[in-house]
Structures are given as C-alpha cells and as structure tokens.
C-alpha cells in the first residue's frame, strides 16, 4: 500500500487491530442468523509525510449508508461545544447575514441550526440519508452526497461559495484526503475561512486511545502533517487550537494559500515545535504502540473475569463506535457484559456489531441495577456520569478502561 497523502511505500506498522467488522454496522435479531463480514484493522505510518493511516480495505459507501446510525444531537455536551464554537466563530470573523456557511459532514444539523438561529444563509452537506432527514426537519438545507471536487465545482459555478466552511470531525473519514483539501479550497471564497476539527495523534499515543481506530477513520493526524497536506493543496494554516472533545483534538484554521490575508498566529508555530520535540517525525515515535494498547486489553479483561468469577453483573454504556473497536479486539462478549445501554432511539434493541452484544435503553439499567457500569465512550464520562448518577443508589460503580482500566 503507499501513503494517501504522498504515494510513499508504507513499510512500517504502527497498529494492528486484527479482523473487525464495521463499527457503525448495527446489527438486527435477523442479521444474527446471517454471516458478518470482517475486514482487517492495521494502521501503517508514512515515514516521509508521517501520516498515520489505515489500510485500504473497505469502501466509504458501505461505511456511511444509508442507514448510518451516529446522530451528533444525541449528546447534550456535543450540542453545547457546537453553540460555542458558532458563536465564537461567527464574532470573530464577523459572519452574518451577507455572508454564506456551509458545513461538510453536516450530520443531523446539531451545528447548523445555530447559524440558522442567527439567521446566517447555510447549507450542509451529508451523505447519510438517515442524518440528513433529521437535518432537513429542522429547516436546514441538505445536500445529500459525499463531498468531492466535482461537487465543489459544481457549487462555485451556481454561485454557492463559502464565507465560512466547516469541516468537523470528517478529515479523518476521507479516504482521500488530497481530493478533500482541494475541494474545500474550491468551495472557499476568496477571503473566507475553513474550520477542521480532528482528534490529535500526540493524544492517541500518549493516552492509549486505540478504540479511536476504527475503519470509518482513514487518517490519524498531527498538526504537522496536516500543515503539509493544506499546503500542498492550496490552502493555508493561520491558526490552532487544542480541545478537550474526543480526548483531546485540533481546531485548524485555514485560508485560501494564494489570497488569504491573516496573519500565521503564534500558536501554530508553538504546537509544531511541541510535536517535533515529542518525536513525532521519529520512526521510534511509532514503535511500542501496539504492547500498550495490549496492556490495556488484558488488564480489562481480567477485570470482566473477575467480576464474573465473584457473580457481578457487568453491563455496558454507549454502543459507540470506539466501543465497539474495543470490544471486539478484546473478543468480550455477553457472557462478560451482558447488554449495552444507549439513549440514540435508531441504536436500540439492535446488537452490537462483532460482540453481538444487546443495546438497550436506559429502563433496562433501572431495572437490573448492575453492579458495574463500563462507560464505552469515555469522552463523554462526565456528562455520562451526571445522568447515570443514580446508580450510586444501589452501589453501581463506574468503570474506565482508558488510559488504564480502574472503577469509582
């Protein structure tokens, strides 16, 4: 295989997962009775442009369907740090009604509805059917489609260029991450702004964080990499900033490289020296990865075995993708948890792909008041925790297994 972002060779391994299906692929009682198809997890590192990337196994129409089952909305916290950002955004660069924001990956419209609230001209762009049905509902604009170059001309020649465009949490799902870039610079304005949200390599590794890998996310990224990509693609990064979402991500902002007129703030520079001292374009930054992620493997599952062993109920929160990543490399099944609880309406009473686990709602958790409640989407512990706080009534603890596995 060679490097999507520069065609090198790609010799060096930096992760393998084994066989996993996908893991947005809920699953009905019918699908039980039918085989699942697998496809292999293995993540390689280019050691010329150090992009950290999958395999290329599996087509991004059979990963985003039709049937596609992630809706943002379904989190209160996620709805919050999109206001904030929409209101961040629009005062800094001053967008308003004259002007035009497009999102990509616009999802069930959890951001657009708040430019639509400050009554700001906006369209999304969405793929997945079942996302873009909810985001028309509520009033916004959907273009049903994977975005593309020719889809970008396509909208420049019907006068339909952005002021602001934002790309939040989708530069990982692209498999082709040139023609991405170039289609955002297409789409752009002279003088607009892109925004690109992603979770942060240098987090990854230090956190253990493997369950972000999973075969929806093509690419792992650092600020350094993504810095040369832009580049060579037109467009040109003017600022950075460091989140807590997803474990800790990057927000980007990027111009047009050949008109774009803002300054390159200091916190570029500072972060691109933080990643160089990590090592990041060091081969033996990569190396260990892969015996840490198994520490983490085995420590939980003696966990779950222990708890068996003593006759704890064990059940899970969140049939989140990450979940699920983590849950079939560890090979647990519902001899070990017994069911997964998730607030999504499209999740319930549906299994978990690979594990076959159960995915209930949460008056399945009331009822049985387990022992143990292992918090799948670990992002999200601290609005988790807050809803769940009722388990402590019967002496339900929660349970981590990110960075090492532990219980409170």
Not at 305 to 328: D, H, P, S
């Given at each position: 295989?060679?490097?999507?972002?520069?065609?090198?060779?790609?010799?060096?391994?930096?992760?393998?997962?084994?066989?996993?299906?996908?893991?947005?692929?809920?699953?009905?009682?019918?699908?039980?009775?039918?085989?699942?198809?697998?496809?292999?997890?293995?993540?390689?590192?280019?050691?010329?442009?150090?992009?950290?990337?999958?395999?290329?196994?599996?087509?991004?129409?059979?990963?985003?369907?039709?049937?596609?089952?992630?809706?943002?909305?379904?989190?209160?916290?996620?709805?919050?740090?999109?206001?904030?950002?929409?209101?961040?955004?629009?005062?800094?660069?001053?967008?308003?009604?004259?002007?035009?924001?497009?999102?990509?990956?616009?999802?069930?419209?959890?951001?657009?509805?708040?430019?639509?609230?400050?009554?700001?001209?906006?369209?999304?762009?969405?793929?997945?059917?079942?996302?873009?049905?909810?985001?028309?509902?509520?009033?916004?604009?959907?273009?049903?489609?994977?975005?593309?170059?020719?889809?970008?001309?396509?909208?420049?020649?019907?006068?339909?260029?952005?002021?602001?465009?934002?790309?939040?949490?989708?530069?990982?799902?692209?498999?082709?991450?040139?023609?991405?870039?170039?289609?955002?610079?297409?789409?752009?304005?002279?003088?607009?702004?892109?925004?690109?949200?992603?979770?942060?390599?240098?987090?990854?590794?230090?956190?253990?964080?493997?369950?972000?890998?999973?075969?929806?996310?093509?690419?792992?990224?650092?600020?350094?990499?993504?810095?040369?990509?832009?580049?060579?693609?037109?467009?040109?990064?003017?600022?950075?900033?460091?989140?807590?979402?997803?474990?800790?991500?990057?927000?980007?902002?990027?111009?047009?490289?050949?008109?774009?007129?803002?300054?390159?703030?200091?916190?570029?520079?500072?972060?691109?020296?933080?990643?160089?001292?990590?090592?990041?374009?060091?081969?033996?930054?990569?190396?260990?990865?892969?015996?840490?992620?198994?520490?983490?493997?085995?420590?939980?599952?003696?966990?779950?075995?222990?708890?068996?062993?003593?006759?704890?109920?064990?059940?899970?929160?969140?049939?989140?993708?990450?979940?699920?990543?983590?849950?079939?490399?560890?090979?647990?099944?519902?001899?070990?948890?017994?069911?997964?609880?998730?607030?999504?309406?499209?999740?319930?009473?549906?299994?978990?792909p690979g594990s076959h686990i159960a995915i209930l709602n949460e008056e399945?958790?009331?009822?049985?008041?387990?022992?143990?409640?292992?918090?799948?989407?670990?992002?999200?512990?601290?609005?988790?925790?807050?809803?769940?706080?009722?388990?402590?009534?019967?002496?339900?603890?929660?349970?981590?297994?990110?960075?090492?596995?532990?219980?409170?």
């Amino acid at each position: 295989m060679k490097c999507r972002h520069c065609d090198s060779l790609l010799e060096h391994t930096f992760l393998d997962l084994g066989f996993a299906p996908p893991s947005n692929a809920y699953l009905s009682a019918e699908d039980l009775t039918r085989p699942e198809i697998t496809y292999p997890l293995k993540i390689k590192v280019c050691e010329l442009c150090w992009l950290v990337q999958t395999e290329d196994c599996i087509n991004t129409e059979e990963l985003f369907n039709h049937d596609y089952a992630y809706f943002s909305s379904c989190s209160q916290s996620w709805l919050k740090h999109a206001k904030t950002y929409v209101d961040k955004v629009t005062e800094r660069f001053n967008i308003n009604k004259k002007n035009t924001v497009v999102e990509i990956a616009a999802n069930d419209g959890y951001l657009l509805q708040y430019i639509k609230e400050k009554n700001i001209p906006c369209y999304g762009i969405e793929p997945t059917r079942s996302t873009g049905l909810a985001a028309k509902k509520k009033g916004i604009e959907i273009i049903e489609s994977f975005f593309s170059k020719q889809i970008a001309l396509k909208l420049k020649q019907h006068g339909r260029q952005a002021d602001l465009l934002i790309a939040n949490n989708v530069l990982a799902h692209v498999p082709d991450i040139n023609d991405f870039v170039k289609s955002v610079a297409i789409l752009l304005k002279s003088d607009g702004v892109a925004t690109f949200e992603f979770p942060h390599l240098l987090n990854l590794v230090k956190y253990n964080q493997f369950d972000t890998i999973y075969h929806e996310h093509f690419s792992y990224l650092s600020l350094t990499t993504i810095q040369n990509i832009f580049e060579k693609n037109g467009l040109s990064l003017f600022d950075v900033e460091e989140l807590p979402t997803h474990g800790g991500s990057l927000r980007t902002y990027v111009q047009l490289k050949d008109s774009g007129q803002r300054h390159i703030c200091q916190s570029v520079t500072l972060l691109l020296l933080r990643e160089n001292s990590e090592g990041i374009t060091s081969l033996d930054y990569y190396t260990g990865f892969q015996e840490k992620v198994n520490q983490v493997k085995n420590d939980f599952l003696k966990f779950l075995i222990r708890a068996n062993k003593v006759g704890k109920t064990v059940v899970g929160y969140g049939a989140a993708a990450k979940g699920n990543t983590f849950l079939n490399y560890a090979g647990v099944g519902s001899d070990l948890l017994e069911f997964v609880v998730d607030r999504n309406p499209a999740k319930q009473y549906k299994f978990l792909p690979g594990s076959h686990i159960a995915i209930l709602n949460e008056e399945k958790l009331k009822q049985t008041q387990p022992d143990y409640v292992v918090i799948l989407p670990w992002n999200l512990r601290t609005e988790i925790i807050e809803q769940l706080s009722y388990i402590r009534n019967w002496g339900g603890r929660f349970v981590i297994a990110f960075p090492t596995s532990h219980s409170w």
